[in-house]
């Protein structure tokens, strides 16, 4: 299984990551990060994936983001993207071209979101929710590269996730 996401580099993050590990099953697995293509299962190889993403992000200048504000979405805690989100959906929408379309969800639509935790049980879900609105930073950054990472069994990580440039046309 692999997956794409923007880790962001922004201020804060210990305080997000300490959230995570409270309430996210998966901080042990992946630091924090915004998902752009979900976790998807494909006999695409690394070098076909890479020149997919490569051809996808072609023109993309390096764009700022920000993550302010925590909602509830199902059983999922949210910090959501306030500036910038609009980028994320044009990369999304990008990256689940191609190849990689077939594994686009037909159930959801793509909200641009840092994950904070996945709280099954209601009356618990609602006291995370509120330490999280307490607690959650602000997070600004620059977005300046999309990583595959790779998830192995039992959602252990397999190997370093693998920078892409964003490239730019207007850039050296």
């Given amino acids: 299984m692999r997956a794409l996401v923007v880790f962001p580099e922004g201020n804060g993050l210990h305080v997000i990551e300490s959230l995570r590990r409270r309430f996210d099953p998966l901080a042990g697995v992946i630091a924090a990060h915004s998902t752009l293509v979900f976790p998807f299962a494909s006999e695409i190889s690394e070098v076909e994936l890479r020149a997919h993403v490569e051809q996808a992000l072609e023109g993309q200048a390096p764009f700022r983001v920000r993550f302010d504000g925590v909602s509830e979405v199902e059983e999922y805690l949210f910090l959501d ?10 990369l999304n929408d990008r990256l689940y071209a191609g190849p990689l379309a077939e594994h686009r969800s037909t159930e959801h639509v793509y909200r641009p979101h840092i994950t904070l935790g996945r709280i099954r049980d209601g ?4 006291k995370a929710l509120s330490v999280a609105r307490q607690m959650a930073p602000v997070v600004d950054e620059v977005v300046r590269a999309v990583h595959v990472f790779r998830l192995g069994e039992n959602a252990a990580t397999e190997g370093d996730p693998i920078p892409l440039r964003l490239i730019s046309r207007a850039s050296p």
């Fill in 81 to 90: 993207a306030v500036i910038g989100g609009e980028r994320l959906v044009e």
């Fill in 123 to 126: 009356v618990e879900r609602e």
